[in-house]
Antibody, heavy 127, light 111 residues
Framework: EVQLVESGGGLVKPGGSLRLSCAAS????????MTWVRQAPGKGLEWVGR??????????DYAAPVKGRFTISRDDSENTVYLQMNSLKTEDTALYYC??????????????????WGQGTMVTVSS | QSALTQPASVSGSPGQSITISCTGT?????????VSWYQQYPGKAPKLMIY???NRPSGVSSRFSGSKSGNTASLTISGLQAEDEADYYC???????????FGGGTRLTVL
């Protein structure tokens, strides 16, 4: 079964740090580009950032609001992608999802169509 | 404020058709055929319904269709059913450093 399971969320004070994890199973993780998307309470979806496969350079890209504060990394031996969040702000409060692209045949839509989603992990930034 | 503009809500009766619009710019919706649509029930993760403007992933009902004209993409749901009541989000690839932008979401109510 294809599955993504996020963990690591919690309550943190402004200026604090948190590391989220996303464990993958049921597909070839090392081939996949992995993306983080967040959703503030009662609000819409927001793309956070993405990491490519290591054979493609493992390149990362980030949304403007988190660039310089958040870092995405991956451990292919553990089939896990991470989101390190530093200098957290109250506006970072959200449910954080990891996701990956829709693949049909050998073509995968890693940067435009997200097919596999986790259940999300909640991050609350508050004093 | 979201990068893509969607109506906050739409409604329709069972059996009817509804259309949800998603307006962007030439830097996103108008510049690429990489518009996707997602369905989200309360407390659940989003589900991909349409990709590349008008393609349906396997398993998605043919009642869902997508199109695009200029900077505006549209999702049409025909033969509305009670189970279609959910939030719908559009997204587009964009040329900015934020690679993907989403719409603010549309709440569909089936009357």
């Amino acid at each position: 079964e294809v599955q993504l399971v996020e963990s690591g969320g919690g309550l943190v004070k402004p200026g604090g740090s948190l590391r989220l994890s996303c464990a993958a199973s049921g597909f070839i993780f090392s081939d996949a580009w992995m993306t983080w998307v967040r959703q503030a309470p009662g609000k819409g979806l927001e793309w956070v950032g993405r990491i490519k496969r290591k054979s493609g350079g493992g390149t990362t890209d980030y949304a403007a609001p988190v660039k310089g504060r958040f870092t995405i990394s991956r451990d292919d031996s553990e089939n896990t992608v991470y989101l390190q969040m530093n200098s957290l702000k109250t506006e970072d409060t959200a449910l954080y999802y990891c996701t990956t692209g829709y693949c049909i045949g050998t073509r995968c839509h890693y940067d435009d169509a997200f097919d596999i989603w986790g259940q999300g992990t909640m991050v609350t930034v508050s004093s | 404020q979201s990068a893509l503009t969607q109506p906050a809500s739409v409604s329709g009766s069972p059996g009817q058709s509804i259309t949800i619009s998603c307006t962007g710019t030439s830097s996103d919706v108008g510049g690429y055929n990489y518009v996707s649509w997602y369905q989200q029930y309360p407390g659940k993760a989003p589900k991909l319904m349409i990709y590349e403007v008008s393609n349906r992933p396997s398993g998605v009902s043919s009642r869902f269709s997508g199109s695009k004209s200029g900077n505006t993409a549209s999702l049409t749901i025909s033969g509305l059913q009670a189970e279609d009541e959910a939030d719908y989000y559009c997204s587009s690839y964009t040329m900015s450093s934020t690679l993907v932008v989403f719409g603010g979401g549309t709440r569909l109510t089936v009357l």
